[in-house]
């Protein structure tokens, strides 16, 4: 028996809403709470201080030093240039009734279909 037959896949799963985000960190707020930890106490004590300079630091040179080359490289000479402007370039086209590339391809491909 093959795993697609033991998974079955729901397509019909959806993700959390912004809505069901802000009412998830108000229960956690409340239970927080209700345990009697105070989070003004907790944010400001010197040692959680430390611990978010210190990732904020590591996320930052980690940025720096590894992903931000190749993410700008992707999203400027990859995502901008090759799809990026030609989906404006036919968008500019089907708005003043202009055949798009697609539809220009199209007119050169002989099929042998009838």
Same mark, same amino acid.
């Given at each position: 028996? %093959? +795993?697609t037959?033991?998974?079955k896949k729901n397509n019909n799963q959806k993700g959390i809403s912004l809505l069901g985000v802000i009412i @998830? *960190?108000?229960l956690i707020v409340l239970i927080l709470s209700y345990?009697?930890?105070n989070l003004r106490a907790v944010v400001e004590n010197p040692n959680t201080q430390d611990n978010l300079h /210190?990732? *904020? *630091? +590591?996320t930052v040179n980690l940025w720096n030093r590894y992903l931000k080359k190749p993410? @700008? /490289?992707i999203w400027q000479d990859v995502f901008l240039d090759i799809f990026w402007? %030609?989906?404006i370039n036919n968008m500019e086209r089907i708005r003043? *009734?202009?055949p798009t590339d697609i539809d220009n391809a199209a007119a050169k491909i002989k099929t042998g279909f009838k």
């Amino acid at each position: 028996m %093959s +795993a697609t037959f033991i998974i079955k896949k729901n397509n019909n799963q959806k993700g959390i809403s912004l809505l069901g985000v802000i009412i @998830l *960190g108000v229960l956690i707020v409340l239970i927080l709470s209700y345990f009697n930890i105070n989070l003004r106490a907790v944010v400001e004590n010197p040692n959680t201080q430390d611990n978010l300079h /210190y990732v *904020g *630091g +590591a996320t930052v040179n980690l940025w720096n030093r590894y992903l931000k080359k190749p993410t @700008l /490289y992707i999203w400027q000479d990859v995502f901008l240039d090759i799809f990026w402007k %030609s989906f404006i370039n036919n968008m500019e086209r089907i708005r003043d *009734g202009q055949p798009t590339d697609i539809d220009n391809a199209a007119a050169k491909i002989k099929t042998g279909f009838k």
